[in-house]
Structure formats: structure tokens, C-alpha cells
């Protein structure tokens, strides 16, 4: 989740749109968007919209968001989670809310050899491909970035429904 990150309000200030961000946190929900709102930094540009929500039971429309940033959520989960049941659910989820050809972008201090296991497992019902992979380092710590990108759709995908709408 979000937390207390400013990570969203950092993107809007470099220009991107359409800042959504989750935490399941209450507390931390409310108290960005009322630092948000005290903020005079905020006129003439589009907010970040915080939201509380669970990314394991995301409130979003399948195919309807074109990225997702993860900093370190899927570490939280991996932490909390023995059994990795809610990683799982995560990653559907996040697999689900991608538009086709949309990019899961993941910071993590996990090392490859144990988060791309699990984020590559197409069994698990979400199948994209990594399309870019860094590990970065920051003082004495180092971290790893993963870019996913969920397949698009084929022409013949796009084909069956256009055929069902015109039924």
C-alpha cells in the first residue's frame, strides 16, 4: 500500500496523471489526503487519489488500469503471508486490473531468484512477461526493480468480441 509514501505526489509533481493511491490503512489513507489538501503545491494539477482498498480484492474494473507501481507491497505480503496465499491473490489481482499490454512495475529487496519464481508462475492464472529487470543500490541497501507487462490481446481475441457485440 501507499502508507505515508509521497511517491504519488513526487509522480504528479514530474507531470504523470491519474494518480491512484491504495493502502488498507484507514489512518494512513486519511491523513495523505489531508496533507494533500493542506498543500499549496497541489493548484492547477490533478490531485492523487488516495483511496483505502485491498490489493487482494482491488475495486477495479477488469482491464481498466494501464500500470501499476508496486513499492514494496508484494515484500509486505511476502513478510505476512507463510503460505503465500495472499501473494496470490495480489498478483491476480493486479494481473486482472491490467489493461492488455499494461506494465506491473515491482520494487523489491527481494533477490530474482525469489520473487521472479512466483511472479513468472503462469499457473497461479496470471501470465505476463518480465520485459525489464535492474537491480538498483542506494546507499548500503539494494533493491531490485521488475517490469511485467500483461499479453495483449490477439486479433483474434479482439475479433470474437467485436463479433459478440454486434449479436
Known sequence: GNGLSLLGEEMRADGYLNICAIDYSRVCTERMRVQQNSSDDNLGTAPVDYQLGDVTNMQYQSDS??????????????????????????????????????????????????????????????????????????????????????????????EKQLSLRLE
Open 65 to 158: 488500469v494501464a500500470s501499476v507501481l508496486d513499492k514494496a507491497t508484494l515484500d509486505t505480503m511476502y513478510n505476512a503471508d507463510e503460505n503465500l496465499v495472499n501473494v496470490h491473490l495480489m498478483l491476480s489481482e493486479v494481473h486482472r486490473v491490467l489493461v492488455p499490454g499494461g506494465k506491473y512495475v515491482v520494487i523489491s529487496y527481494g533477490d530474482p531468484q525469489d520473487r521472479l519464481p512466483e511472479l513468472l508462475d503462469s499457473s497461479k492464472g496470471y501470465s505476463w512477461s518480465l520485459v525489464g529487470q535492474k537491480e538498483i543500490k542506494k546507499n548500503k541497501a539494494s533493491f531490485h526493480m521488475f517490469v511485467l507487462q500483461k499479453p495483449r490481446q490477439d486479433v483474434s481475441d479482439r
